[in-house]
């Protein structure tokens, strides 16, 4: 199979030929029709992940067709249309027990713990519990692109921060992952401040529905522009970037009793960023973490957007050829782009 893979943290990314996967007895062989490059994998080359192993084939927003099923999987045959969270529960421990996958003690997470989806074919562990069926009206390349970002947004605004209607959302952050937040508050009658750094972002989080928006390299407080936006501060306030500003605004943005989703990852040297726990304690902030989401809800998502109430297409900013991921990946910290980025030619 052509894929790319690097030899090591931080250097360059090759397309090279390398043995097709074969599935284990409890996971699948999927072909790939398509997989979002996501800042995550960015992190992932650059040495952040402590499960990663050289060399390495990242990718973990995919979507595709099986096509090889291990002995003792029951649920799938060759030929299905599916894809899966990024983390994937081993269906046994207690966290997996309770229908909590997205923590799992034994996790599999293709293009970390494992080889990924940046080539023509990926193999799946623990197919019976993670993999979801594509439903015939949505393309590939929208449910790669549902994969990690948008599906995590969904469990960090719904299943985390539990949005109501009525309330102020502050998204920090308009990527792949804020964009989505943004599209998914509105369309739960919330009513969002969206903050980052580009008028383009920024113009775009608009078109999705955000009331306000704030571009935090032209305001002196940010803090401040969204507690005056909203009369108070922000019910529900998400770092979609993660950065040690972006988590401390986040938190300190928030009116009495407000909640803090952090999705943005702290990695490497910002992993343990400062708090304002003096606002925490007075004002009884919560603070949250989100990782992922369950198999098991992504009906939920698809039920969304049957109804029309979210449009994730809208959020894909362009396709590209695997040729083409090497730069694609390797760039991402200069957030060149807006929305999402997904491979769909392997050839």
């Not at 979609?240 to 943005?253: K, Q, W």
Request: net charge negative.
């Amino acid at each position: 199979m052509r894929a790319a893979i690097f030899e090591e943290f931080g250097k360059p990314i090759s397309i090279q030929n390398l043995p097709d996967p074969s599935p284990t007895d409890t996971g699948v062989v999927i072909e790939v029709k398509a997989t979002g490059i996501c800042r995550s994998d960015w992190h992932g080359w650059m040495g952040h992940d402590p499960d990663i192993h050289l060399p390495h084939v990242p990718g973990h927003e995919l979507a595709g067709v099986i096509a090889a099923v291990g002995k003792q999987v029951e649920r799938w045959k060759v030929g299905e249309r599916v894809t899966l969270p990024f983390v994937c529960g081993c269906g046994s421990c207690p966290q997996c027990l309770s229908g909590n996958q997205q923590v799992c003690d034994h996790q599999f997470q293709p293009g970390f713990t494992h080889w990924g989806s940046f080539a023509e074919y990926v193999a799946i562990h623990y197919a019976d519990d993670n993999l979801v069926r594509i439903p015939d009206e949505i393309d590939f390349v929208t449910a790669a692109s549902l994969g990690c970002r948008f599906v995590t947004s969904f469990r960090g605004i719904v299943d985390q921060g539990k949005v109501s209607a009525g309330q102020w959302v502050a998204v920090h952050g308009c990527g792949g992952v804020g964009l989505s937040a943004v599209m998914i508050a509105v369309a739960a009658g919330a009513k969002v401040v969206a903050i980052d750094i580009d008028d383009t972002k920024l113009d775009f989080a608009r078109s999705l529905g955000a009331l306000a928006v704030i571009n935090s390299k032209k305001v002196d407080d940010v803090v401040a522009a969204v507690k005056e936006i909203t009369g108070g501060g922000a019910h529900l306030s998400m770092d979609a970037l993660g950065s040690p500003t972006t988590c401390f605004n986040s938190i300190a943005n928030l009116r009495k009793r407000g909640k803090h989703v952090q999705v943005g990852l702290m990695l490497a040297e910002q992993h343990h960023p400062a708090i304002p726990m003096d606002k925490v304690i007075a004002n009884e902030l919560e603070i949250i973490g989100s990782h992922g989401i369950q198999a098991h809800r992504y009906g939920a998502v698809f039920e969304l957007i049957r109804a029309g109430k979210l449009e994730p297409s809208r959020l894909i900013c362009k396709t590209i050829g695997l040729d083409e991921a090497p730069e694609a990946l390797t760039t991402m910290d200069q957030f060149r782009s807006i929305g999402i980025t997904v491979i769909d030619r392997f050839h």
